[in-house]
């Protein structure tokens, strides 16, 4: 098992992409921490994955405050010593941190993109706060931060959303470049189009033009994306860092027949 006897926090493990990585992680091996708004979610995750003879708990976690990082990682720390892997993947354009709907940047509020960057970049900046300086006494630790296709070709209608992903790419990367020294790998995860729950109720014309935009010809699962995650957080990536990779079925590689 790849990750054998590390502790991992999950921020946004109660659903989607971070509730397949927490269960990946499990498989591996490693002690996880799911943290959610959806409290009921994340302790029932947790409790199943107890039964099956896995370690986690779950802690209800608003990410867009640094406050509630510090008392998530001292909630790591006083069930389980310490913490090897931070897998930042709460976020998103909609849900319940988010209250405000999609629209044209010229008709978005203050409001808006208040959501947008207090959940998306916030919330990578707060977690990773909260960790990185037992990972520096450790020399050691794995922090994996999910973006977006949209922070790296932006997303109509979603403007601010992606400037907040774009801002997670660059974060990863400037803070690689501060803590290498000190054996610690930061690296990024931009998904493309997910076949989520949300994504699988929305117009099949709206999915189909995205799928003809995709080389790949279908929707990622949340699984997919949690594999990259997976390989990210373990010794087989131990000379990786800085890194943005792509798991979006050749989104990016620009329209057909160029």
Known sequence: MRLQGRVAIITGGASGIGQETVRRFAREGAKTVIADLMMEKASELAEHLRFQGHEAIAIRTDVTSLDEARTLARF???AYGQIDILANIAGGSAGPVIRTKHSLFADSTRERWDEM???NLYGALNCT???INHMIQ???GAVVNVASTAGMIGMQKAAVYSAAKGGVI???KALAKEVGEYGINVNCVSPGIVGSARVRQMREDMVQQWL???PLGRLATPEEVADVIVFL???EASYVTGENVTVAGGLVLGP???
């Open 129 to 131: 706060r909260a960790v």
């Open 76 to 78: 790591a720390m006083d």
């Open 212 to 214: 003809e935009g995709i």
């Open 233 to 235: 957080s373990s010794d």
């Open 138 to 140: 450790r020399h050691s």
């Open 117 to 119: 960057i207090g959940l």
């Open 256 to 258: 057909k027949g160029y």
């Open 170 to 172: 660059a974060f990863t």
